[in-house]
Structure formats: structure tokens, C-alpha cells
Nanobody, 118 residues
Framework: QVQLVESGGGLVQPGGSLRLSCAASGSAFSLYSMGWYRQVPGKQRDLVATITTGDSTFYVDSVKGRFTISRDNAKNTVYLQMNNLKLEDTAVYYC????????????WGQGTQVTVSS
């Protein structure tokens, strides 16, 4: 069992930056691939970025060059550095963990709101 707690969301102006954190507790964090997803009301939850246990990363096109995902296994934490934020980045951001060998064991955090507004 893994518990995930996101933090770092808030209100920011277009062009600004935020860093989201997701702290994990429970089973061995280093065995989980981690991801960030986002969701706006009335729409499906969409992938933003992922990082594997080997630190390979993936980004959706809309955030490439602006967002950076990273992990610190010593702190059981995954981060999402978001720069040059745009209005369309407004969403609830969710952290996700999937076991690298048995992905049926996967977990979600409760989400953190990011609002980009002038």
C-alpha cells in the first residue's frame, strides 16, 4: 500500500512557475514508476509526465520544455517543476504511483489545484 500526498499548488499568473511535490509513504518508493496527471471539471484525467524507476522521463507535447519531472528516492518524493505556466495549465494535478513489476498495484493522491490567471 502506498499513500500519496500532493502539495505546492496555488494561484499563479501566466508565465509564472510552481513546483508540485508528491510525498509517498508505505511500500518501497524506488520500486514505483511515478506520474503526474491533471483534470479539469467535466473532462477526463490526462497524463502530464512520468518518470520510471530508472529515471527515464516522458512528457506530453503540451508541456515539453516547460515542465520537469524528477524524483528523490531518499525523500520518497516526486516533483513537477512547472515554468512558463499558461492559462490552459489550470487543473487539479494528481500524483500517481505504479509498481514497476506489478502495475495493477497503483495508487492516486488526492490532488492539488493549480490555477493560472491574470
Amino acid at each position: 500500500q502506498v499513500q500519496l500526498v500532493e502539495s505546492g499548488g496555488g494561484l499563479v499568473q501566466p508565465g509564472g512557475s510552481l513546483r508540485l511535490s508528491c510525498a509517498a509513504s508505505g511500500s518501497a518508493f524506488s520500486l514505483y514508476s511515478m506520474g503526474w496527471y491533471r483534470q479539469v471539471p467535466g473532462k477526463q484525467r490526462d497524463l502530464v509526465a512520468t518518470i520510471t524507476t530508472g529515471d527515464s522521463t516522458f512528457y506530453v507535447d503540451s508541456v515539453k520544455g516547460r515542465f520537469t519531472i524528477s524524483r528523490d528516492n531518499a525523500k520518497n518524493t516526486v516533483y513537477l517543476q512547472m515554468n512558463n505556466l499558461k492559462l490552459e495549465d489550470t487543473a487539479v494535478y494528481y500524483c500517481h504511483a505504479a509498481h514497476r513489476v506489478s502495475p495493477q498495484y497503483n495508487y492516486w493522491g488526492q490532488g492539488t489545484q493549480v490555477t493560472v490567471s491574470s
